[in-house]
């Protein structure tokens, strides 16, 4: 049997940012993504942004490593020459909606996002002469990234320190047997001294076949798809633009890609509780990732309250991704799990639940956070 210290289950942005941060402490890493190319779940189904850390509670996970997380990634994507780009962002509100705006600026500001200002609508058309809004939120150190580029980086991190990455490889469980996990990889027999589960949308799916893991340790998990519409032609605005947000995201709001495509959404579709086949086929594959047409009546709606010159017909349907939540509709947005032994008592385990938006941001603070349990 093949002995390793680390199998990190998972080669989205978050698990190959673990995989690069626990092989450069010298850990022996495996990685074991069930696709035939890394990042091909939410990794590379987002919005690319380098969010500041606005939204969250002050002193949650999420703002904590989205802050860290931020400060880290452009110092990574600088030194390694990244496609990335500090666009800035403005969060927009009619009067009626300032006493929400308000509260956002100071949650971010007690968050740690030092450089925002509130300013007049006036202040925000000199900086975007086609918006309509009455007050905003300007954010200078929000940006954007080309994630492929990232994950790349962090998988040739990650292999220039000894890991070692096994494509089209799909956990099927493991069982703690003489002080490590034992689970089996394209037929041979691997055992590990920590076995990493970050599996995205299949996270309570992998953790339900690890043996001894309590039940009760493997939350609930809820699905919000988020669709994308594309604009035709260039867009009047270098900025990103955020209305305040909506229950379960952030508003339609407009993103730019690193190539100048602007995109609006993602909205929020919640979607039923997986079938038993949909979780056996893996949740990657088996969601239904099509945009319709038909849903873009809603874009323009909501795009036009702040961008009254939207043109007619401009949009088409773009992609779209699955949250993967641990809060329901209508209930507060959950924070990140991560679950180490002190959590659930079992040796050599860490489970990652829910990392949905600022997972991308956070990545490298995630990391960072794994390695101070391993
Ligand atoms: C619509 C949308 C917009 C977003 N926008 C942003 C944004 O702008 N900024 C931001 O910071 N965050 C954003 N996020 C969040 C961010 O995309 C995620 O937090 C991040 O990509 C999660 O990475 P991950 O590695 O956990 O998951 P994934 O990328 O899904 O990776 C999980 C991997 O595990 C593999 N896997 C699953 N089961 C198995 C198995 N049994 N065996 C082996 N491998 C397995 C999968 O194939 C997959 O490759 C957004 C999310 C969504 C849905």
């Not at 890609?257 to 909205?267: K, L, T, V």
């Amino acid at each position: 049997m093949d002995r390793i210290d680390v199998l990190v289950i998972g080669a989205g942005v978050i698990g190959l940012a673990i995989a690069r941060e626990l092989a450069q402490a010298g850990r022996e890493v495996v990685i074991l993504e069930g696709q035939s190319a890394i990042g091909t779940g939410t990794s590379s189904r987002n919005s690319g942004v380098i969010h500041a850390g606005i939204y969250y509670p002050t002193g949650s996970n999420k703002a904590r490593w989205c802050v860290e997380g931020r400060h880290l990634l452009y110092a990574y994507a600088r030194k390694h020459h990244l496609n990335h780009r500090r666009t800035e962002k403005l969060i927009l509100a009619a009067s009626s909606e300032s006493a929400r705006l308000e509260n956002l600026f100071k949650t971010g500001l007690a968050n740690g996002v030092d450089d925002l200002t509130m300013i007049s609508g006036q202040k925000a058309r000199s900086m975007e002469p086609e918006l309509r809004c009455d007050i905003a939120i300007h954010s200078p150190s929000t940006g954007i990234i080309d994630v492929h580029d990232l994950m790349l980086a962090l998988l040739g991190d990650a292999q220039a320190h000894g890991a070692t990455l096994a494509l089209q490889s799909r956990f099927d469980r493991s069982t703690w047997a003489n002080g490590r996990w034992e689970s089996e990889i394209l037929g041979q027999k691997v055992a590990c001294d920590w076995l990493i589960n970050a599996a995205g949308l299949d996270a309570a799916a992998v953790a339900s076949r690890i043996e001894g893991l309590g039940g009760q340790h493997i939350p609930k998990m809820f699905f919000a798809k988020g669709s994308y519409a594309r604009l035709q032609g260039r867009p009047p605005f270098s900025r990103l633009i955020y209305p305040v947000p909506v229950p379960g995201g952030l508003g339609t709001h407009l993103t730019l890609d690193c190539g100048g495509q602007a995109q609006f959404g993602p909205n929020v579709q919640w979607l039923d509780t997986p079938s038993a086949q949909q979780i056996e086929t893996g949740l990657i594959q088996a969601f239904d990732y099509a945009v319709n047409a038909d849903e873009l009546e809603g874009f323009e709606r909501d795009v036009r309250s702040w961008w009254p010159g939207l043109p007619n017909g401009a949009l088409t349907p773009g992609y779209s991704g699955v949250r993967p939540k641990l809060s329901g509709p209508g209930e507060p947005a959950a924070d990140f799990m991560l679950q180490g032994p002190s959590d659930h008592g079992c040796p050599g385990l860490i489970n990652l639940f829910g990392f949905e938006s600022p997972g991308l941001t956070s990545c490298l603070a995630i990391g960072r956070a794994v390695r101070a349990i391993v």
